[in-house]
């Protein structure tokens, strides 16, 4: 029940440098609604965006963009 959640939201490379931080913003917003109807307190959960800054892969092809569209969580 103390602990908190950041949930960031990442995007692939395609689109702009700010569309991509619009969509990790939705992306972890859309998370944090999910979790805040499921009952847990939003003023435990807290979003950033981090667009397409932080791929977990980079290569050219839709597999590697598919697994860089996430919602990642960090318990703090």
Same mark, same amino acid.
């Given at each position: 029940? #103390?602990? $908190?959640? $950041?949930? @960031? &939201?990442?995007?692939?490379? +395609? &689109? $702009?440098?700010?569309?991509?931080?619009?969509? !990790?913003? +939705?992306?972890?917003? #859309?998370?944090?609604?999910?979790?805040?109807?499921? &009952?847990?307190?939003?003023? %435990?959960?807290? $979003?950033? #965006?981090? !667009?397409?800054? %932080?791929?977990?892969?980079?290569?050219?092809?839709? @597999?590697?963009?598919?697994?860089?569209? %996430? &919602?990642?969580?960090?318990?703090?």
């Amino acid at each position: 029940p #103390s602990a $908190t959640v $950041t949930i @960031e &939201g990442h995007a692939d490379e +395609r &689109g $702009t440098n700010e569309y991509n931080l619009a969509l !990790g913003d +939705r992306r972890a917003d #859309s998370a944090k609604t999910f979790l805040v109807d499921l &009952g847990i307190a939003a003023s %435990r959960l807290t $979003t950033n #965006s981090y !667009g397409e800054e %932080r791929p977990l892969c980079t290569q050219q092809n839709e @597999e590697c963009w598919s697994q860089n569209r %996430r &919602g990642q969580f960090v318990v703090n």
